[in-house]
């Protein structure tokens, strides 16, 4: 094709699908990278960070930044990688798990779909737990323990269904009874509840937690792709050190090949940059501008299965693809909640309040109308 061809194709394919900084998407759990990580990203990103004698600095980038994102979960000295994304971080986090003996993994309906995903390809046996609340029931655990034996117990802060924060600290004192260990999937919200709820053990102040997921392209304004995996020490680490002799160094790490250093790159230039107070800051704005949609949509007399305690919000509505597809006619894009039928929006930092003001008045005409429309 001519590059003129070419040009003109792109052109219009991105003028055909919603953006971040342009539309309104509300139902993402990403947002427009911060310029700074851009900048970062395009200078590394044709490096291959697995190439560790030849870009060992970037590897160092790496681990200081995993280790700054392990200490907002309680973390001290943590080591891990720069994934593609929570979805990969979940993976590996239980591929630990299975080489260190553990074959069972408990989880509840509310966790992400990527931990059942990563348990069938590992091969690996699946428990459901019962919840409360939309949250992990220690009891039910603690009862599904005795009878299935030990595992790895995967917790979710900030679900992604109805933005809710197992108890981690109940559910790791029932996984210390049982011999099992605890995986924290905190893709979205570890750079939220660190902040809001300083009093919680959500992460690595538990002895039974020895993974994390964390990721930089949600809430950390980091460019796609990058995911997070956080891991309490060496020693649990070395399964994801894989030998590769025609590397130089011999070795090379994660479950994939090639990893570009672009995401590390800017991971580490955006953690540096907005540090624990920039994080602070955001997740409290954040969570201000839920709790005024949250207001907003039961005063349209609607009801949200809980109070979310990150910046998700789930609106309960029988026709949830009606409301959706009303809702994208007028340029506002929703995702469903999945764990209960409704349509969910994730507070990201580009949903403003002019943006959520919008939302609730479309919403509300939504509402009022015929209801074959939204069927």
Partial sequence: ????????????????????????????????????????????????????????????????????????????????????????????????????????????????????????????????????????????????????GPGVVVVTVGTTSVGTIDPVEEVSDVAAECDSIVHVDAALGGLVAPFVYPNRKLGFQNGPVMSATLDPHKLGLVPLPAGGLIVRDEDWFKPLDFKAEYYPAGHQVGLFGTRSGGPVAATWAIVKYMGRDGYAAQAQELMERTRYLLNEVKGLGLETPVDPEVPVVCIEHASDDGLMRALAKEGVYVYKCGLVPGIRVVVMPHVTKALLDKFVSLLREALSAPLTKLT
Avoid: W
């Avoid at 590394?44 to 060992?56: A, I, K, S, T």
């Avoid at 080591?79 to 553990?102: C, D």
């Fill in 1 to 148: 094709m001519k590059l003129e061809d070419i040009m003109s194709r792109l052109a219009e394919v991105a003028r055909s699908v919603p953006i971040h900084y342009r539309d309104g998407i509300l139902g993402s759990m990403t947002t427009p990278p911060h310029p700074l990580a851009k900048v970062a990203f395009d200078m590394f990103q044709g490096l291959n960070v697995n190439d560790e004698e030849l870009y060992r600095p970037l590897r160092e980038l790496e681990e200081e930044a995993i280790e700054e994102l392990g200490s907002y979960l309680g973390g001290s000295r943590c080591t891990g990688y720069i994934t593609s994304g929570g979805s990969e971080s979940n993976l590996a986090a239980l591929y630990l798990a299975r080489e260190h003996g553990f074959n069972v993994v408990y989880y509840t309906a509310a966790a992400h779909h990527s931990i059942t995903k990563a348990a069938h390809l590992l091969r690996m046996k699946p428990v459901e737990v019962k919840m409360k609340e939309y949250r992990m029931d220690p009891a039910s655990l603690r009862s599904l323990c005795k009878a299935n």
